[in-house]
């Protein structure tokens, strides 16, 4: 059985829409293992068998959400970036449009990274699977001669790694408003390195 | 009170280091929140009683523990570069040390980590404390032109987060004994960029 029995109708997904951002709130405040299924239908408004028509357990649900998750960060990141040739363009702009939804849904952060103590599985599944879309995009960018040929791997994670170590510190530890001269920073990186060329 | 109470004696030490080694493994196994003082001192086979001696509750061995690994991860890093004065190699090694330090010592990603769940300050103070190390070396390679001027908070993020992300992949996920091929990619980015230069 898949993980999420998919509503048919619009009120059905209105429902089951209104359940995942109850269970967000839940997970958030309390921590996935203190949550109960009760928990979250009581924070929904809805019925505790309700929640049983679309999911059979609370990981159904939270693994449900972490699907989401990764399908909602890089559709937002392919959005900003449709009108963008350039990679230079692409890479920093990506930047933006992953610390705008980090900014924009609290819950992010600690929900993705939460998985770690509910399944080690699904957080190496997770970075995994964001690792293995990037890597496809930095082969494209490698054979036409705009990236370095490096670990394409090794790439992904260094740029993943500092989307969210720097989404940490400017939405999580301090909320921004605006990204630019951070992602002006981080481009110059990209582009001409951290270091100046030895003489 | 302090978190923890010192011990005076060798013999005091090495009850202290055996208590906070069992530690790690019961929180890693069963995560924090599930892990009472009571599994703490039977893993670590000593009278409960003596848990307080240190130590006034759960959590003050957990800050204690989150103190000891950031200290732990910087001295490892101290010693790997001093023998290094081109900061180009020192970042190099730095990040070389940090990977051989996460591989070495399995707990540490999900013991600092959990600290979100635990108390959030807790995981901010933990990277801002880190970051205000590395921001106070970063002025320094600036000020000296050899590090681009970017905003030295950024950059001490970027590397932060290269440096976790990476090692999520290369010690977590996967176990490598060698990270030189790792380390020259990274130092490539860091010396020329991500991208060739613009024709």
Not at 44 to 65: E, P, W
Not at 85 to 91: A, F, G, K, L, V
Not at 147 to 166: C, D, H, Q, S, W
Not at 170 to 181: L, P
Request: contains cysteine; charged residues 30%; aromatic residues 16%.
């Amino acid at each position: 059985m898949p993980l999420v029995n998919m509503p048919k109708t619009q009120r059905g997904q209105e429902t089951l829409d209104i359940l995942c951002a109850a269970a967000e709130r839940v997970f958030y405040k309390k921590g996935y293992h203190n949550s109960t299924i009760k928990d979250i239908t009581s924070e929904a408004n809805i019925g505790l068998g309700t929640f049983y028509i679309y999911f059979n357990d609370k990981k159904s649900l939270y693994v449900h959400l972490l699907s989401d998750y990764s399908k909602f960060i890089r559709k937002a990141i392919s959005k900003k970036i449709s009108h963008f040739t350039d990679r230079r363009d692409i890479e920093r702009e990506g930047l933006v449009a992953f610390l705008e939804v980090v900014r924009d849904n609290q819950y992010i952060y600690n929900i993705i990274w939460e998985s770690l103590y509910i399944d080690k599985k699904l957080f190496v599944g997770y970075y995994e699977d964001f690792a293995r879309h990037y890597i496809n995009y930095i082969e494209i960018a490698q054979e036409e001669g705009e990236m370095r040929k490096l670990n394409p791997e090794t790439v992904a994670y260094v740029l993943m790694g500092i989307a969210n170590f720097v989404g940490l510190r400017y939405t999580m530890f301090d909320k921004r408003d605006n990204f630019d001269d951070i992602a002006d920073d981080v481009a110059t990186i990209y582009n001409e390195g951290l270091f100046f060329p030895l003489k």
